[in-house]
T-cell receptor
Framework: DAGVTQSPTHLIKTRGQQVTLRCSPK?????VSWYQQALGQGPQFIFQ???????QRGNFPDRFSGHQFPNYSSELNVNALLLGDSALYLC????????????FGSGTRLTVV | AQKVTQAQTEISVVEKEDVTLDCVYE???????LFWYKQPPSGELVFLIR??????QNEISGRYSWNFQKSTSSFNFTITASQVVDSAVYFC???????????????FGQGTILTVHP
């Protein structure tokens, strides 16, 4: 049973560029959340998607946007990259909107140079 | 606003020692969930436990045990007879519980780096 799958694993981008990260949730899960984890810090909530809609958003600028597809997979887009966007981006899925304990992917390590 | 504090940044123990990781939280919600996650070097956060705020019973799972005390807003995690494989970063987290309408945003602490030496 595949868990949460994220791609790519690592990514290097230049300041000002745009990036798209992808996530496939665990089988049977329909809710996807994204978190940003800077080095040495705890993960910070970016936003959550359910039924293809953004349901809740953390304290992140509009440069961060997302999408959920009918098959529940999700994308995270970041525009106008800043050096401070360098982090591990984690995707997490759960069945339904109530929090029964998220399953996390291994993340995408984004480095902005 | 919700806040989780893990005061211990790093803990180092020798194998077979017991170790307790502290977690203190703040929330205005009357019902909420508390979690512990383990993050090995691979980066994936591994779910360890979820505790509902109205269930203050302590829980034991193998070498792991959790002590939830609502009166002190603490949810501490103890590993008995630690092993090298327990070495990882451990995160305590909190989310609102609004029944079926909860969207489950997790607020994490800063994490505690646990190193178990052979």
């Amino acid at each position: 049973d595949a868990g949460v799958t994220q791609s790519p694993t690592h990514l290097i981008k230049t300041r000002g560029q745009q990036v798209t990260l992808r996530c496939s949730p665990k089988s049977g899960h329909d809710t996807v959340s994204w978190y940003q984890q800077a080095l040495g810090q705890g993960p910070q909530f970016i936003f959550q998607y359910y039924e293809e809609e953004e349901r809740q958003r953390g304290n992140f600028p509009d440069r961060f946007s997302g999408h959920q597809f009918p098959n529940y997979s999700s994308e995270l887009n970041v525009n106008a990259l800043l050096l401070g966007d360098s982090a591990l981006y984690l995707c997490a899925s759960t069945p339904g909107v109530a929090n029964y304990g998220y399953t996390f992917g291994s993340g995408t390590r984004l480095t902005v140079v | 606003a919700q806040k989780v504090t893990q005061a211990q940044t790093e803990i180092s123990v020798v194998e077979k020692e017991d170790v307790t990781l502290d977690c203190v939280y703040e929330t205005r919600d009357t019902t909420y969930y508390l979690f512990w996650y383990k993050q090995p070097p691979s980066g994936e956060l591994v779910f360890l436990i979820r505790r509902n705020s109205f269930d203050e019973q302590n829980e034991i799972s193998g070498r792991y045990s959790w002590n939830f005390q609502k009166s002190t807003s603490s949810f501490n995690f103890t590993i008995t007879a630690s092993q090298v494989v327990d070495s990882a970063v451990y995160f305590c987290a909190l989310s609102k519980n609004a029944g079926g309408t909860s969207y489950g945003k997790l607020t994490f602490g800063q994490g505690t780096i646990l190193t178990v030496h052979p």
